[in-house]
């Protein structure tokens, strides 16, 4: 693995190239969005392309050994297998839908995985300025100020984040609603904010204490959000309790005291 020296290098390029692609997705959130579409309600822009580009440009630059997996780049040409090798991992839009709509829950998601392991990561949104890192080994950090998870202990007093997805057929939509439902019994309240690298960092910060997704787009929507989480003292896994596999398109996260009875709960979904 790169040493930790190089681990710092990584994530100053990292933060370089969300900053670069901040900038775009700030002028684009204001503008009039030229918008098509990947599936029913699957979205992508103009500036989606453009900062997936930006930040590989920069990266590739700078480590023109490195791999490259991006959202945009695996839609037009299909899928790219994730191997040991030093791997850049980037969502350019993730929230494309609320960057559409206006709704500032926006965010460019840079991850790098060693022996497809998540050691950097770096979540920017650029429309509320802040800036979520982490490193293995080194901590997670907004905005420059260390970051921790929550200290909650009970379900009955969580804030749950999760996700609706984009697959709209019966069956998909049935099993998501019962599983919100079942969950809204156990829980304060739950949240759905569009954006799962956003999710991730907002579970990172304590801001809200769990969160699930099934059937996310792809590993660029978590690869940077696992580190974060991690290094925030958070607990990553499939929602089954098994180990996280960031390329199964299922997640769920939490505090130390949460995980099991988190775990319990979805696993009386059917998860």
């Not at 040493?3 to 933060?15: E, H, R």
């Not at 991006?70 to 609320?98: F, K, Q, R, S, Y």
Request: with cysteine; net charge negative; proline share 3%.
């Amino acid at each position: 693995m790169a040493d930790k020296v190089s681990l710092d290098q990584f994530l100053s390029a990292a933060i370089d190239a969300a900053q670069k692609a901040g900038e775009v997705i700030r002028k684009g959130f204001f503008e009039t969005k030229h918008v098509e579409h990947k599936g029913q309600v699957d979205l992508v822009t103009e500036t989606d392309k453009r900062c997936e580009e930006l930040v590989f440009n920069h990266l590739k630059q700078l480590f023109p050994n490195h791999k490259f997996i991006g959202e945009e780049t695996t839609a037009a040409n299909g899928v790219t297998e994730l191997t040991d090798e030093p791997t850049w991992i980037v969502d350019p839009v993730d929230g494309t839908t609320n960057f559409v709509h206006g709704f500032p829950f926006v965010c460019v998601s840079i991850g790098l995985t060693i022996g497809k392991v998540p050691v950097v990561g770096v979540v920017f949104n650029p429309i509320m300025d802040e800036l979520f890192t982490g490193v293995q080994g080194k901590g997670a950090f907004l905005n420059g100020k260390p970051i921790k998870v929550s200290t909650q202990s009970e379900l009955v007093t969580a804030l749950l984040l999760a996700e609706a997805g984009v697959k709209r057929d019966k069956a998909t939509l049935d099993d998501a609603t019962n599983r919100i439902n079942s969950l809204l019994t156990k829980v304060r309240s739950i949240r759905i904010g569009g954006s799962c690298a956003l999710d991730l960092c907002s579970v990172a910060c304590g801001r809200a204490d769990i969160f699930y997704e099934i059937d996310f787009g792809g590993p660029w929507d978590v690869a940077a959000g696992v580190v974060i989480i991690r290094e925030a003292g958070g607990l990553v896994f499939d929602p089954s309790g098994k180990d996280l596999d960031i390329t199964s398109q299922r997640i769920a996260v939490s505090n130390a005291s949460l995980k099991e009875l988190f775990v319990e709960a979805l696993r009386l979904t059917n998860v």
